[in-house]
């Protein structure tokens, strides 16, 4: 039996993959999921609310996972903890630079969901 809505923590999916954000919003059924396909909309979203975590893919077709952080970190400090960068490929060397220097935790697309089960909780947690 599915919670609530109002029970079930939020989780803010930036994800421009339209089969990926379908997938994960099906198997995380704990989280009441807001999806935004790029960054404009998750900015937008996070000005107004405070999801308990937030999954972002680092290659969005306005910005990237770096940029989006740097605009968390100024925005919304509070919200760095709760952030999981997801890829397909890092391809750039500036960029995989810059992605580690946020100390968030990446997933490697295709990623093991027991493995992201268990950011999500720690990530949550923080």
């Avoid at 029970?7 to 089969?19: F, I, K, M, T, W």
């Avoid at 630079?97 to 923080?126: C, D, G, M, N, Y």
């Amino acid at each position: 039996m599915q919670k609530e809505t109002s029970d079930r923590p939020c989780l803010l999916l930036v994800e421009d993959e339209p089969s990926l954000a379908i997938l994960l919003t099906r198997l995380l059924d704990a989280y009441r999921v807001q999806v935004c396909t790029d960054g404009l909309s998750a900015k937008m979203f996070l000005v107004k609310d405070k999801p308990d975590v937030i999954i972002c893919d680092v290659g969005l077709p306005d910005t990237d996972g770096a940029r989006f952080y740097d605009w968390l970190a100024l925005q919304r400090p509070e919200l760095c903890k709760r952030l999981i960068f997801t890829t397909g490929g890092l391809t750039s060397n500036d960029l995989t630079t810059r992605i580690q220097q946020t100390r968030r935790p990446v997933l490697a697309k295709p990623f093991h969901f027991p493995r992201l089960l268990s950011l999500l909780s720690e990530v949550a947690s923080a």
